[in-house]
């Protein structure tokens, strides 16, 4: 079976490699470039020490590897997406539509066609039921990646192989200690998908810039103070607002005013609401149910976290509304709605929230 292997350098990839070699596998590994534009071209927003620790998995495990250049069309799809949305006030998620778009997109049209199989580090499941491919979730519930996978094609799940979905973090990092990796002590990477170690808020700052705007108390109306862009705050964001008298949270935002709305207290009341409705409904392996226009138990996430929450799933016309057993905080626009089965086990795909 051929195998390509996606490296990034870090202990969850070289780890991933490591048991690909121990089962049996010479897969070859692609270590993906990516960049943001300017005006002289694009910014490599790769960091040279991760193409050094995957170079020296290259050499220490004998295998094939090939560094692959998408600037472009990182820039096209991804950053696009991402700007695009930020600057109509939503609140997207980068991660999704890197792995549909770039991970197992383009890379799949000119370097993955001719393997087997796709392996990456990322913390999750396949299973075959019903002679079917399904995205299942991960051993390790807090590392649990499957929300940013919700928006891959039924012809990429069928593809993939997650050699560490089935082990702990602290599994994945003892045999990282016990192999004598250079990544055995490297931090979990942060930003957007490949941003390496390129800030968010300095992403935001370069490409969208700064405007002054005010920040009003929901409740009163009251001003309390003034913020750079309301592109730079999140729905139910908590810090950086520099307010006194807190906890504040951002509730709502206007973005043709360029007005943030925040509430004070802890968890406000208006953080909450218990009916999400989503468009653009995508189902990775197709329809799970038999009668797509009747209510389904499930459960879902709005955000990557190690919680799951129940629901019902039901058809609204064109769209899905997701009606919670209980009022959850910090729905925003922009984002992905991940709908699973009732065991959490089941990854059946994700919309964008309205």
Known sequence: MKIAALVSGGVDSSVMLHLLKEQGHEPVIFYIRIGMKDEEGFLDCSSEEDIELTTWLAKYYGLKMEVVPLHKEYWDNVMAYA????????????????????????????WGKDFDKIATGHYANTVVEAGKTWLSTAKD??????????????????????????????????????????????????????????????????????????????????????????????????????????????????????IIFVSNGYDPESQYQDVIHLTNFHLISGNPWENSDSQHEITFKIRHTPDFTKGTLIKNGEGYVIESTKPVSGVAAGQFGVVYDVDSRICFGSGVIE
């Open 83 to 110: 700007l695009d949305a930020v600057r109509k006030g939503l609140t997207p998620n980068p991660d999704v539509m890197c792995n549909r778009l770039i991970k197992f997109g383009e890379f799949e049209k000119y």
């Open 141 to 258: 519930q807090i590392k649990d990646q499957t929300d940013f996978l919700a928006q891959i094609t039924y012809s990429q799940v069928s593809k993939l192989l997650f050699p560490v979905g089935n082990l702990m973090k602290s599994e994945v990092r003892a045999i990282a200690h016990k192999q004598n990796m250079p990544s055995a002590h490297r931090r979990d990477s942060q930003g957007i998908c490949f941003l390496g170690k390129v800030n968010y808020v300095d992403f935001l700052r370069k490409y969208i810039g700064e405007r002054e705007g005010k920040i009003i108390e929901l409740e009163t109306g009251k001003i309390l103070g003034k913020h750079k862009g309301y592109w730079f705050h999140t729905i139910g964001q908590r810090k950086g607002l520099n307010l006194g008298g807190g906890p504040w949270f951002v509730v709502k935002k206007d973005s043709s005013e360029n």
